[in-house]
């Protein structure tokens, strides 16, 4: 497989832009893309960025499954202006961000993945953006207030996780009736995991492929 054709691009939103890249899925195995996905990094005032290595594996899965994958690093960080607004503001700037990219690849569905904060921020872009799906990695469920998901979703955690307690992402899940992927004796950055993450990850996002 040849590697993705990857563009670093610049967004423009209310307040200035957001640096995005977007990469995609290899045109041989997929003339035609399966999807956009909207993946969202890390708390930016704990170094997350778009280059996160969470974040850079769910970019694998959606482009081993044909999506093209939209990273963008939130405000204040890279080249992205702005600062940090706990959630609120990083909301609107996919919001936004996704608006963009469906003008250039209309009626493409939307998938969205998240890691540790940015579950919490994609948590809050469902509530307005139309997609098929979410997988939250890790969501920060003791560190930010989660509301039920108006979409399918998925969480995948650890066990093991020292940032987020694997007690309460069990809590979040029953309670919202939302199914828990378990990989045990794995802690929150998911050190030494990242290939099997990546493979429940593309099971959920092309599950025909394991048919």
Known sequence: MSAPAARRLRIKVAHGQIETLIEMPDAVRFPTP???????????????????????TLARAA??????????????????????????GETDDLLAIAAAVSAYYPDIPWTLLGFSFGGYVQHRVAQHLPATQA????PAV???????????????QGDADEVVPYAAVQ???????????????????????????????EALLCPSRSN
């Open 171 to 201: 809590a979040y899940a029953a309670r919202q009736a939302i199914p828990l992927i378990t990989l045990p004796e794995c802690g929150h950055f998911f050190h030494g995991r990242l290939r099997e993450l990546q493979t429940q990850v």
């Open 63 to 88: 482009l081993a499954c044909g999506l093209i994958a939209v990273r963008p690093n939130f405000r204040g960080v890279g080249a992205s202006s702005g600062t940090f607004d706990h959630g609120q």
């Open 135 to 138: 997988i939250l990695v890790a």
């Open 34 to 56: 399966q999807g956009l996905a909207l993946i969202a990094h890390p708390h930016p005032l704990h170094g997350g960025t778009l280059d996160n290595k969470v974040t850079w």
């Open 142 to 156: 003791t560190l930010y207030a989660f509301d039920a998901l108006p979409l399918p979703t998925t969480i995948i």
